[in-house]
Antibody, heavy 121, light 107 residues
Framework: QLQLQESGPGLVKPSETLSLTCTVSGGSIGSSSYYWTWFRQPPGKGLEWIGRIYYTGTTDYNPSLKSRVSISVDRAMNQFSLTLSSVTAADTAVYYC?????????????WGLGTLVIVSS | DIQMTQFPSSLSASVGDRVTITCRASQTISNYLNWYQHKQGKAPKLLIYGASTLQSGVPSRFSGSGSGTDFALTITSLQPEDFATYYCQQSFRTPWTFGHGTKVEIK
């Protein structure tokens, strides 16, 4: 059964870069034609799509974050990663990785538990 | 971006009640509409995809309907474990967007 788990620092200073990794277990990140995605949920707010990476490495980002975000994939480690630069308090959120299923209207059928990232000095 | 308007934002209901949550897209999204259940501290759980297809393992008291711009999630006979926040999400076009959520609370 496919499982995802986010990892990374829980505290980042303003203006620095947030880096998170999602480890995929129970399946190979490069063996299937899937996208791998990142979302976030600021405290008390709704869910926001950050971006996605295809197993080939092609990326697609939310225009609201595009200038600061990068998503990459490491097939050898079976991981994909998120970096968000020049963070501010507005980037404080629970960050989730998830997999959209192409045969289910790209619905997100597998999620990580999420990791809270606080931006504060 | 496609805006998703979800209502009500919260509701109080009793065990056994029938509950309906609606979601409207700012433009047509065909049937690329998905519903999730989210409980505090847990990963969101996919309930319905493609507007009306029940995800494997989800109880049949959950159902989805609609197409185009107007959609609904119905829970027949609400159970104690159903008290949670529910989100709709469009996967028709990126950036994928969500409704603001409906919190279902115990009356």
């Amino acid at each position: 059964q496919l499982q995802l788990q986010e990892s990374g620092p829980g505290l980042v200073k303003p203006s620095e870069t947030l880096s998170l990794t999602c480890t995929v277990s129970g399946g190979s990140i490069g063996s299937s034609s899937y996208y791998w995605t990142w979302f976030r949920q600021p405290p008390g707010k709704g869910l926001e799509w950050i971006g996605r990476i295809y197993y080939t490495g092609t990326t697609d980002y939310n225009p609201s974050l595009k200038s600061r975000v990068s998503i990459s994939v490491d097939r050898a480690m079976n991981q994909f990663s998120l970096t968000l630069s020049s963070v501010t308090a507005a980037d404080t959120a629970v960050y989730y990785c998830a997999r959209p299923h192409s045969e289910k209207s790209y619905a997100l059928d597998v999620w990580g538990l999420g990791t809270l990232v606080i931006v504060s000095s | 971006d496609i805006q998703m308007t979800q209502f009500p934002s919260s509701l109080s209901a009793s065990v056994g009640d029938r509950v309906t949550i609606t979601c409207r897209a700012s433009q047509t999204i065909s049937n690329y509409l998905n519903w999730y259940q989210h409980k505090q501290g847990k990963a969101p759980k996919l309930l319905i995809y493609g507007a009306s297809t029940l995800q494997s393992g989800v109880p049949s008291r959950f159902s989805g309907s609609g197409s185009g711009t107007d959609f609904a999630l119905t829970i027949t006979s609400l159970q104690p474990e159903d008290f949670a926040t529910y989100y709709c999400q469009q996967s028709f076009r990126t950036p994928w967007t969500f409704g603001h959520g409906t919190k279902v609370e115990i009356k």
